[in-house]
């Protein structure tokens, strides 16, 4: 029996990135889409828990079932591993987003939040994102990575308990240099709501930013994009700082 594979993404079911995605897997099991009625981007972790979610079937067929629902990403893999999908899932994927997921990007992706929850759950993921926001970017340069890296999960497995986000530069596949496995480089978006007045006088703000990551470590994945490789960072459900533990009990005391 052919492997069955989840994907969701946060860009929404009708996503160019997500149609090329599932064209990939399907060269590796049977595939079950799952994706946002409509754009998620930057919902992270969120869930929909005050009212019900309602799904919409978009295609069943031989091998691919493509349903959009009007919830998260987070809860596009919740109810799909439970209701949607004929058996477990043998591999999660997310994406292929629109845009980077790299360094602190991945605190706020909906992409991600979607494979974090896979990982809590059991199964293994992947998040995969291509640096370009472009509703019609060229997937095309991403294709041969995407398609090395779910065949190498398929075969030898993911360790437990780790899932992997992985992004790709806006580059042709020939001058992809290569895969590097990295850590997140330090860096933050420097925020900033702008004041607007509505057609009625009435304010709201909008919120902007800029990127700031200044001179990454070549460990990192910001490094790695900037000079031509995909980026593999391995994360975790669990957020403990486990090196900080001893200091912090030395601080608090421990009963």
């Known amino acids: 029996m052919r492997p069955l594979i989840l994907i969701t993404n946060d860009d929404g079911f009708a996503a160019k990135g997500l149609r090329t995605l599932d064209?990939?897997?399907?060269q590796f099991g049977d595939v079950v889409v799952m994706a946002p009625e409509r754009n998620a981007s930057g919902t992270s972790h969120s869930i929909t828990s005050a009212r019900p979610l309602r799904v919409r079937t978009i295609k069943e067929s031989n091998g691919l079932n493509v349903y959009a629902c009007d919830g998260t990403p987070v809860d596009c893999v919740k109810l799909a591993s439970e209701y949607f999908c004929p058996r477990p899932p043998a591999l999660v994927l997310s994406g292929i987003n629109?845009?980077?997921?790299?360094?602190?990007n991945v605190l706020y992706s909906g992409t991600m939040g979607a494979v974090i929850e896979a990982t809590a759950l059991g199964f293994p993921a992947i998040g995969f994102s291509l640096l370009n926001h472009n509703p019609e970017a060229d997937f095309s340069g991403a294709i041969p990575?995407?398609?090395q890296i779910i065949a190498t999960a398929l075969d030898k497995g993911l360790p437990p308990d780790v899932s992997l986000n992985v992004n790709i530069p806006r580059l042709p596949a020939d001058q992809i240099k290569g895969l590097r496995v990295c850590h997140e480089a330090r860096a933050k978006w420097l925020d900033s709501f702008e004041k607007r007045l509505d057609p009625q006088g009435f304010p709201y703000w909008w919120l902007t930013g800029k990127f700031q990551c200044n001179n990454p470590p070549e460990t990192s994945d910001q490094w790695a994009l900037e000079h031509g490789y995909v980026s593999i960072v391995p994360i975790q459900p669990d957020f403990t700082h486990y090196s900080a533990i001893p200091a912090l009990t030395n601080t608090f005391g421990h009963d």
């Open 23 to 26: 064209e990939i897997a399907m």
């Open 98 to 104: 629109h845009g980077s997921n790299a360094s602190i």
């Open 145 to 147: 990575s995407v398609t």
